[in-house]
């Protein structure tokens, strides 16, 4: 991936859900944090099966993002693309509208491409359960030590 706040919104995101046997929402993924639905029209992800949806979190200059912690809307990591970044989430939410307590199934970490609003599929990454608590773990300061990954 490209230099994104992808390491902050992660850890701040593996901090925020609730996370056990299944990941669930602690927040309104339509508003929230900067989040809403994700349309999935370029057929980056898979076909949402009945019942579910997509969304995508992280946008910093949407109008709810100023709930985002500090760090990760002014991440500390120097040449740092600032908005790039997103998660999307696919949530089991029936036939009711998304709310707290509902099934997360799928997490993503995904970036846009240069100049454009379109995921880039070669950055797209399905994020499991496991790595979340493992983030969740380690501090933010100990993770932006981390070097970049080579991809």
């Known amino acids: 991936m490209a230099r994104t706040n992808i390491i902050e919104l992660l850890h701040w995101f593996a901090n925020e859900v609730y996370i056990h046997d299944r990941i669930c929402l602690t927040f309104d993924p ?4 900067g989040s809403h639905h994700y349309g999935n029209y370029g057929n980056l992800l898979d076909p949402l099966p009945r019942g579910y949806q997509y969304y995508t979190i992280g946008n910093i200059y949407e109008e709810d993002s100023e709930s985002l912690p500090d760090y990760v809307r002014n991440p500390r990591r120097r040449n740092i ?30 970036q846009h491409y240069d100049g454009s609003d379109d ?18 773990r380690r501090g933010i300061d100990e993770l932006q030590q981390l ?5």
């Open 30 to 33: 339509t508003s929230a944090y």
């Open 81 to 110: 693309n600032h908005n790039k970044a997103r998660i999307i989430i696919r949530v089991n939410k029936g036939n009711a509208a998304p709310r707290a307590g509902q099934t997360i199934d799928q997490v993503y970490i995904t």
């Open 119 to 136: 995921y880039d599929p070669d950055h797209t990454y399905r994020i499991t359960p496991s790595l979340l608590q493992a983030v969740r």
């Open 147 to 151: 070097p970049e990954p080579s991809i």
